[in-house]
C-alpha cells in the first residue's frame, strides 16, 4: 500500500530566505506526483506536476525534483515571501486514477 | 480556463436531511473525483468517476452517493449524514493518462464547506 509523507509538518522561516520541502513515498511505481498549494479554508492550487519519467520541473520561484528509485521528492521555494504562507502538499499518482496525498507542511514566511 | 466551480460553498443540514454538493468542470476532463478533507489533514479520497462511470470507491458509507450525470457535472448526495461528516468536500478533474495523452494533472475547486448538526 503506498504511503506518502512529508518532512517537516511546520517551516517558519524569515523571509528571503531560500527552502526545501520533502516528499517521500513507499512505493516508486507511480505515475506522477503534484505539488499544490493550500490556504486555510480554500482549495488546492496546483504548484507543479513532475512525470514518473522526469528528473525536475521549475516555475518562477519553484523547483521540483523526483528521485523514483528512493521515494523522495523535494520542493525548493527560492526568496521566500510572506504570500508563500500556505500548506504545501504534495500527491502521487498510484494507479490510474487514484492520487494519495501526503500530510502536508505548514509553511509560516515572516515579514 | 483550468476552474473546477463547486456549489454550494457551504451548506449546513441537519441529520434528517438530504442534499446535494455539485461541481463542474469545462476543460474536457475525462476524471472527476471527491475528496473529503478534515482540519489539518490532508486531502481522502472518497469517489472517482472515469468516462461517467464510478471508477473508485473508497469504502464510503452509503449516507453519501455520488452521481455523474455527463462528463462536464459530478453530484454528491448526503442524506442521513452524521455530525463527524461535517467537513471540507473537495472535487477535482484531471485529464488522466488515458492512451498516454493525459499528464494526469489535479485541478481542484474551492470546496463546499458541510456543517451537520
Known amino acids: 500500500k503506498q504511503e506518502v509523507t512529508q518532512i517537516p509538518a511546520a517551516l517558519s522561516v524569515p523571509e528571503g530566505e531560500n527552502l526545501v520541502l520533502n516528499c517521500s513515498f513507499t512505493?516508486?511505481?507511480?505515475?506522477?506526483l503534484q505539488w499544490f498549494r493550500q490556504d486555510p479554508g480554500k482549495g488546492l492550487t496546483s504548484l507543479l506536476l513532475?512525470?514518473?519519467?522526469?528528473r525536475e520541473q521549475t516555475s518562477g520561484r519553484l523547483n521540483a525534483s523526483l528521485d523514483k528509485s528512493s521515494g523522495r521528492s523535494t520542493l525548493y521555494i527560492a526568496a521566500s515571501q510572506p504570500g508563500d504562507s500556505a500548506t504545501y502538499l504534495c500527491?502521487?499518482?498510484?494507479?490510474?486514477?487514484?492520487?494519495?496525498f501526503g500530510p502536508g507542511t505548514s509553511l509560516s514566511v515572516i515579514p | 480556463d483550468t476552474e473546477v466551480t463547486q456549489t454550494p460553498k457551504h451548506l449546513v443540514m441537519g441529520m434528517t436531511n438530504k442534499k446535494s454538493l455539485k461541481c463542474e468542470q469545462h476543460m474536457g476532463h475525462r476524471a472527476m473525483y471527491w475528496y473529503k478533507q478534515k482540519a489539518k489533514k490532508p486531502p481522502e479520497l472518497m469517489f472517482v468517476y472515469s468516462y461517467e462511470k464510478l471508477s473508485i470507491n473508497e469504502s464510503v458509507p452509503s449516507r453519501f452517493s455520488p452521481e455523474c450525470p455527463n462528463s462536464s457535472l459530478l453530484n454528491l448526495h448526503l442524506h442521513a449524514l452524521q455530525p463527524e461528516d461535517s467537513a471540507l468536500y473537495l472535487c477535482a478533474s484531471s485529464n488522466g493518462l488515458a492512451g498516454g495523452q493525459g499528464t494526469g494533472e489535479l485541478f481542484f475547486g474551492e470546496g463546499s464547506r458541510l456543517t451537520v448538526l
Open positions: 512505493d516508486s511505481a507511480i505515475y506522477n
Open positions: 513532475i512525470q514518473s519519467s522526469q
Open positions: 500527491a502521487v499518482q498510484a494507479s490510474y486514477d487514484k492520487v494519495i
